[in-house]
T-cell receptor, first 113, second 114 residues
Framework: AQSVTQLGSHVSVSEGALVLLRCNYS??????LFWYVQYPNQGLQLLLK??????LVKGINGFEAEFKKSETSFHLTKPSAHMSDAAEYFC???????????FGAGTRLTVKP | EAQVTQNPRYLITVTGKKLTVTCSQN?????MSWYRQDPGLGLRQIYY???????DKGDVPEGYKVSRKEKRNFPLILESPSPNQTSLYFC?????????????FGPGTRLLVL
């Protein structure tokens, strides 16, 4: 069975600083990997996904993530944080032809002025 | 507008009183799923449906029922709610089967069982 581990339940950065949210996965088959964002009182929306094409994936709002098979990681980055990036971020993994997406516990990002 | 809707958004009930949370999508999606979100645990899948009349258990199905009689609707039924079902519930849908599909989420239903 596949799973993901998000390192750090809370991350705080200053506005303009680098954002780095960590995600490591476990999967017995080549995985599909996702990052979703949840703003307060809203559902989740897709930031980006890796589906075995390019290992560096660019998403919305300036975020990107790199799939590193050797490190079983899919960390999310953004060069310069904005106040509007404050939200909870979820990493998720699924299998080809699978119907059971598995989510990490989430990382809450705070952006300080 | 393409969307997934859930009703109600907020619900307070008492132990044992049957309730239904509705979910509807207007994107003609085949796949629909229910999750619960609890602090420190992320989202856990309750049930999913690959098409009309096809449903299957997720990771935490105990105490829940679902049905898929129409493609657009996927209600979640709690026949005898208990306090440990207090949670934030999300419905999601996607256009096909297979792990690479993006799931589209509803706004969530916050349930308190007293």
């Amino acid at each position: 069975a596949q799973s993901v581990t998000q390192l750090g339940s809370h991350v705080s950065v200053s506005e303009g600083a680098l954002v780095l949210l960590r995600c490591n996965y476990s999967s017995s088959v080549p995985p599909y990997l996702f990052w979703y964002v949840q703003y307060p009182n809203q559902g989740l929306q897709l930031l980006l996904k890796y589906t075995s094409a390019a290992t560096l994936v660019k998403g919305i709002n300036g975020f990107e993530a790199e799939f590193k098979k050797s490190e079983t990681s899919f960390h999310l980055t953004k060069p310069s944080a904005h106040m509007s990036d404050a939200a909870e971020y979820f990493c998720a993994v699924s299998r080809p032809r699978g119907n059971d997406m598995r989510f990490g516990a989430g990382t809450r990002l705070t952006v300080k002025p | 507008e393409a969307q997934v809707t859930q009703n109600p958004r907020y619900l307070i009930t008492v132990t044992g009183k049957k309730l239904t949370v509705t979910c509807s999508q207007n994107m003609n999606h085949e796949y629909m799923s229910w999750y619960r979100q609890d602090p420190g645990l992320g989202l856990r899948q309750i049930y999913y449906s690959m098409n009309v009349e096809v449903t299957d258990k997720g990771d935490v199905p105990e105490g829940y029922k679902v049905s898929r009689k129409e493609k657009r609707n996927f209600p979640l039924i709690l026949e005898s709610p208990s306090p440990n079902q207090t949670s934030l519930y999300f419905c999601a849908s996607s256009s096909g089967q297979g792990g690479q599909e993006t799931q589209y989420f509803g706004p969530g239903t916050r349930l308190l069982v007293l």
